[in-house]
């Protein structure tokens, strides 16, 4: 059986994999040992074959002992752990959830609905380094992948509405906080005047009190059109890794302009996206509506329409689900060749988890087991 070492299970992503994981009754085919970097020693997940006691994820020897390494934690655990693994000359398969490897030359990125083909090559090539890609691409490829594999995208622009959860378990328990700051003075002096209730929500909003240690600003009742660090020419890493993964995970070359600004929103979990796609001939809507519904299982496509818009194609109705919901499909007033569409996926999802844990039944195929 192939030995699956895990590590920062404990996460958001981690712990939306192990979910999955057991859905689909994963662990039995595998013999899964947990890692941890804060709890040494303490208890492992019931599905620990080796008396349940967490083994020290920086221990490079006993990490070494497993043919796959899966890791959720951040990118400065695959940083500090990765490079020394291979120079001590583990030949394992490593899998990730961090931006570290993914440009990486070495590195294939998982999405296998999307590009299958490219893993095959990858794994033929004697490729042993997999990683999950960016949560906001991989959804939105998920959703309009059938349109850059017919080469029918010229560019496009994508403005991003990001989940809270995204950033981690630690950022999305502040903004739980920051809400009960916010409400909590609109109970203690209840008002029917709603520009009172506003003015105590924005006195709240900017009370020292509020806890922002995560985020650095209010996020609840609020947006922050920042996401990741800094790149040369005013793009956010974040809006960077639009164009550069895309490329990569399709194998796109030359690669398809992509751009846009990526926002954090006050939602619990699910991205959303509004794209501008600039096609590169005018193909008629039914033809766009049939491509993406045919692209993968996944896709739902939802009217453009009032009812079916708010019902259908939000974060509270995609959320824990599989769906990847594309709507508001319409050709946009600057042309014929111009055509707007919003899309809402489960990020911990197919934006994260979902990649991984298939890549893992890959393997496990891969290696014959
Ligand atoms: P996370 O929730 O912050 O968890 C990462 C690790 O932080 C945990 O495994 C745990 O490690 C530790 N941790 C610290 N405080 C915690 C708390 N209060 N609750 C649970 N764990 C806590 O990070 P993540 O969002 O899962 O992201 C992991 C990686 O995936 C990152 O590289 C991220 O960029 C990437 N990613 C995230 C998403 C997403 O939607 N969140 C999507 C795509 C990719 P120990 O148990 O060892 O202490």
Not at 18 to 29: H, Q, S, T, V
Not at 64 to 74: I, N, R, T, W
Not at 193 to 214: D, F, G, W, Y
Not at 269 to 286: D, E, M, T
Request: charged share 20%; net charge neutral.
């Amino acid at each position: 059986m192939l030995r699956v070492g895990f590590t920062g299970w404990r996460g958001m992503v981690g712990s939306v994999l192990l979910e999955r994981m057991r859905e689909e009754n994963d662990f039995a085919g595998i013999e899964p040992m947990f890692f941890s970097t804060s709890n040494v020693g303490g208890a492992a997940p019931q599905e620990a074959r080796d008396g349940g006691a967490l083994k020290d994820a920086k221990n490079l020897r006993e990490l070494a002992s497993c043919e796959v390494l899966l890791s959720c934690h951040g990118g400065d655990y695959t940083t500090e752990i990765y490079g020394a693994l291979r120079k001590n000359g583990w030949k394992g398969f490593w899998m990730d959830a961090a931006s570290t490897l993914r440009m990486s030359d070495d590195a294939v990125i998982v999405l296998d609905p999307v590009n299958a083909d490219v893993i095959r090559d990858g794994l033929a090539r004697g490729v042993r380094t997999f990683t999950g890609g960016n949560c906001t691409v991989s959804l939105m490829l998920m959703a309009v992948g059938g349109l850059f594999r017919a080469r029918l995208v010229e560019w496009m622009t994508t403005m991003t509405y990001q989940a809270a959860s995204g950033a981690g378990a630690a950022k999305m328990m502040e903004l739980v906080r920051q809400m009960e700051c916010l409400t909590d003075p609109t109970r203690a002096t209840p008002s029917q005047n709603a520009l009172e209730v506003e003015r105590m929500m924005i006195e709240a909003q900017r009370a020292l009190s509020l806890p922002t240690k995560e985020f650095g600003a209010p996020l609840a009742g609020s947006l922050l059109p920042w996401i990741d660090r800094d790149m040369p020419g005013g793009q956010t890493r974040e809006e960077w890794k639009g164009m550069a993964e895309a490329s990569k995970i399709m194998g796109l070359e030359p690669p398809v302009p992509i751009d846009g600004i990526c926002v954090r929103v006050g939602t619990m979990r699910c991205h959303s996206q509004g794209l501008c796609i600039k096609l590169s001939k005018n193909v008629p809507l039914a033809d766009v509506e049939q491509i993406l519904s045919n692209s993968n299982p996944w896709v739902r496509l939802i009217p453009n329409e009032r009812e079916s818009s708010i019902r259908c194609l939000t974060p509270t109705a995609v959320s824990g689900t599989l769906n990847v919901a594309i709507g508001r499909l319409h050709k946009l007033k600057l042309g014929p060749e111009f055509l707007g569409a919003f899309t809402v996926g489960d990020q911990l999802l197919w934006g994260a988890a979902e990649p991984l844990r298939r890549m893992l039944g890959i393997l496990r195929e891969h290696v014959g087991n």
